[in-house]
């Protein structure tokens, strides 16, 4: 099984709602990974997360809130998001890299479908 | 702060055709991967590279990175409609599964 599968698909809310934001692998990986990737952009790294720990935050505001509650889950928690959130949210998976000090990854990188979220 | 270029930003090529893609990094890359997005979905992944030197292949797509390590090439022969979409050079900042993706290219196979 090399699926990441996001829920929901898609996602409309207002800018006082409270919403989350799920991804699921069941490759093993012990990497999880989220993006946001604005209209005729690349992806954006968000946050990583290595063997459930938060590793890197890419000085993400506040109003995004990641979860990894066990090795095969990750969330993405949203609170008093702005219209210019809006974006697709891509999440992924990977083996973790575990050399250190600016060594190369080796582990590619495996996609959810992401989730279409639109501010109103 | 290190970045990717791709060109051209955008390729419509005749079914058939042959086409490159380049990924021109400003620093030295440790290794550099490419993918696929068709629009509004996930990434794909097709190949990485890591030595200065590297050529890989799948089905009808040959990457390449550059002896310097600056460079990567994309080059799909014999294009078919499903080669068509965005795709996307990345490459890894710290070593520590910190990804940062080029500026894409966005192909259009015509049959």
């Known amino acids: 099984d090399t699926e990441v599968t996001q829920t929901p698909k898609h996602l409309v809310m207002g800018m006082t709602n409270k919403k989350s934001l799920k991804c699921e692998q069941h490759m093993g990986h012990r990497a999880m990974y989220w993006y946001k990737q604005k209209a005729k952009k690349p992806p954006e790294l968000m946050f990583v997360?290595?063997?459930?720990?938060?590793?890197i935050n890419e000085s993400v505001p506040s109003r995004f809130s990641p979860e990894c509650p066990n090795s095969s889950l990750l969330n993405l928690h949203l609170h008093a998001l702005q219209p210019e959130d809006s974006a697709l949210y891509l999440c992924?998976?990977?083996?973790?890299?575990?050399?250190?000090?600016?060594?190369?990854?080796?582990?590619?990188?495996?996609f959810g479908p992401g989730t279409r979220l639109t501010v109103t | 702060s290190q970045e990717l270029e791709q060109s051209p930003q955008s390729l419509i090529v005749q079914e058939g055709k042959n086409l490159t893609i380049n990924c021109t990094s400003s620093k030295t890359l440790y290794g550099l991967y490419w993918y696929k997005q068709k629009y509004g979905e996930g990434l794909i992944f097709l190949m990485m590279?890591?030595?200065?030197?590297e050529e890989k292949s799948h089905e009808k797509i040959t990457a390449k990175l550059d002896e310097k390590k600056q460079q990567s090439s994309l080059h799909i022969t014999a294009s078919q409609p499903s080669h068509a979409g965005i795709y996307l050079c990345g490459a890894d900042k710290t070593g520590a599964n910190n990804l940062f993706f080029g500026t894409g290219t966005r192909l259009t196979v015509i049959p």
């Open positions: 590279l890591q030595k200065g030197g």
């Open positions: 997360y290595s063997y459930e720990k938060l590793s």
């Open positions: 992924a998976s990977s083996q973790p890299d575990l050399t250190s000090g600016g060594a190369w990854g080796t582990h590619e990188q495996y």
